[in-house]
């Protein structure tokens, strides 16, 4: 494919004025939209009112006179249509890490009797974490994590699981798991499903309503352009609320958190998967950039989202490089919105591309991650990438004299 | 007093330049510094460069490149020496109620045998929601939570309180427990001791290592002036670090996270109560905030307090106010930095104070918070707030017609 073919694309693709919603660094090409998004241009209007205007003019009346109190559910309900979910069953609040410990913990109460979270041994880490965190705290005899290889899962959901917590996207290689299929299998063993949609929401079309999934938690700084850190959400579907509380029991969950009562009664709804007092500064910034959303179908998200990693597979292995393997499925409707390529020097290589300003990530044994945001990535910023690691990879002595191959700290 | 007498008492005033540092509302005299504290100056434009430079244009590389990794630590240590902690014992992250879940885990880790969580009745309500959800999830023989009257805490501490949980400073009333004392008592029964800071972090010399507290959990967003919902903090003694986990055990406490191991192995330290993603606008907005207290000693804020709440006390209490009841005490090295004042018709008032441009805020039943920051708070807004609630209460047929005398949502 020539530079004109890329260009050509670029300009036939109905997305491409999305890329003006977002401030870029100039020169850059930027594929790390999965690990942390761009900055939407509205979040800076948005967050400098809520420092002139909210905090520093309006103080204490801001809570309800603009509505700061109602942040949580209203940002959970603008997440909600791009994850398939029906208005009342999303709300935002705290980390993924946290909200795991919620619907574990949930999840449990809704199973009595049975113990074992399952998962997946390469599930992203915070998650296996969490479940080893509670099953810590209760005691085996009340939960275990049952961490198996992806191939084992099905074969091992047995009348002991309560739930299933699986990630859709996998952190590492992209791989998509079958949500709907796999939901409906864990269901028949009377298991309950948790999702985490962090590498997903905002990029692949999700049905949690349709597909019947039971729980999910997803990220606010991946495709949803949050901010760094930004807040995470929490899905509850409906027929499973107001069954069972949460034990992060905090005030902000409390049926009348201004009744100041000692007693916990948990609100209704969603409501009661809060904690705290939500962190403002961070809900706003998301809230304002989930607007970039608006009027955006997921199914052209994705169209485009697959075009896009397609077309960089293509080309690589088309050039046939010496020592790259790709480890993400090769079949678009396999993986999520990342490609991830091997190399003996994967490190080294990643450090060179960022070098030259293609901005990837790097993840041991030797994983060069090349993320794909399609509301702000173009067809030639494939190109660029690609021809960028064709000609390092010509120059391997630049490689070994410039870098060592190991891991960088994140 | 005259007026000329209040205006010489700021001109006296060593602190009075730091009220430059903020940001205020125009004619207002802001008394919820107790609830929200001001906008600092230094944070707009900390947030500014955090989203132009960090966010939009550095992106990914910022978690190394501008230490966003290193932020909890950071602001941790910042926090420090104004709640008189030697290093390595301060960590900022998530809210105060899942701070508490954590420490209270661990207390429970650390006392094994003991159950019980002692702690006050008119606590503010989300340390008693939280012991309740642990105590909830665990079950009656491995937790409970035990809360008393104010002057039966001594009385109730027995050898089945694992740990002794309170609010330095009462969120109605403003009075402030004997924490080095109350700490020696409930040590000598075996009990450790975990305090909140909310509402006496940055307004009063807190002495954690000298007087040997065990755990302490704190707000930023009211007197360190974080912003709305900024992260909390956390306390653990040095002595008992590294004996135990916390069962939030998120991926951010990992002794190395990105390693990625599917195995939990706690970080030495402070480190391992991170459990989540950090929100780096909330907590950057911290640490600008943090900066007005640079060089300033908490003797010289705590002297300015009580000379600004002893004032008031006296105005107030000299004019004899018809209905008004001091419910705070009246000597000041009892009461934190705010002074509640009771009215049957309490909510009509604060009502009609905040339409005069005083801002305080209401609690039921019938209880008026004026709240004062010395950072910015003068003594000519002491006697602006006595003017205006003498003259308040003189027009008896406003108050009527104009407020119902009910609750406000926050």
């Given at each position: ?10 300009a ?27 900055l ?9 009112k809520?420092l002139q ?12 006179g ?22 009342g069953?999303?709300?935002?609040t ?8 919620k ?10 009797g049975?113990?074992v ?14 479940a ?8 085996q005899e009340r939960?275990q ?7 084992r899962l ?17 952190f ?36 949690l ?47 009348d ?18 904690a705290?007092t ?23 998200i ?52 960022i ?13 060069i ?10 067809f030639t ?15 391997q ?7 060592t ?6």
């Open positions: 494919m020539t530079s004109d073919r890329f260009a050509k694309l670029d036939e693709d109905p997305l491409a004025g999305l890329r003006e919603s977002f401030e870029l660094p100039a020169g850059k090409v930027y594929l790390d939209g999965n690990s942390l998004g761009a939407p241009r509205g979040v800076q209007e948005r967050i400098s809520l205007q909210e905090w520093g003019e309006d103080l204490i009346a801001s809570w309800n603009h509505n700061w109190i109602d942040l949580p559910r209203k940002v959970g309900e603008k997440i909600a249509p791009l994850v398939g979910a029906a208005p069953q999303v709300i935002c705290d980390s993924i890490s946290v909200n795991l410990f619907l574990i913990s949930t999840a449990l109460a809704l199973r009595p049975r113990t979270v399952l998962s997946q041994e390469d599930n992203f880490p915070t998650d296996l974490y969490m080893e965190g509670l099953a810590g705290l209760l005691g939960c994590l049952r961490a198996v290889s992806a191939n099905l074969s091992s959901l047995d009348e002991d699981v309560a739930v299933l917590m699986l990630t859709q996207v996998n590492r290689d992209g791989r998509l798991h079958d949500m709907a299929g796999i939901t409906k299998a864990a269901q028949a063993k009377g298991a309950l499903v948790l999702w985490d949609l962090a590498h997903s929401a905002g990029v692949i079309p999700i049905e309503d349709n597909w019947k999934v039971d729980m999910a938690v997803g990220c606010g700084y991946k495709y949803l352009n949050g901010g760094p850190g930004a807040p995470a959400f929490l899905f509850l579907a409906q027929r499973h609320q107001d069954q069972v509380t949460q034990p992060l029991s905090g005030w902000m969950g409390h049926k958190a201004f009744e100041f009562s000692p007693e916990y009664q948990p609100a209704a709804g969603m409501q009661r998967y809060l705290g939500p962190g403002i500064l961070g809900m706003a910034a998301l809230d304002a950039a989930l607007d970039v959303f608006e009027g955006i179908s997921l199914d052209a994705r169209k485009k989202s697959s075009a896009l990693t397609q077309c960089f597979i293509d080309q690589i292995l088309a050039r046939g490089l010496p020592g790259i393997r790709l480890l993400s499925p090769r079949r678009a409707e396999h993986r999520g919105s990342q490609v991830s390529l091997t190399h003996p020097q994967g490190f080294a290589i990643s450090q060179a591309l070098e030259r300003g293609i901005i990837v990530d790097y993840r041991a044994p030797g994983i991650r090349f993320g794909f945001s399609p509301l702000y990535n173009r910023d494939v190109d660029r990438a690609v021809t960028a690691l064709s000609e390092l990879l010509r120059d002595d630049y490689l070994a004299t410039r870098f191959n190991k891991a960088v700290v994140t």
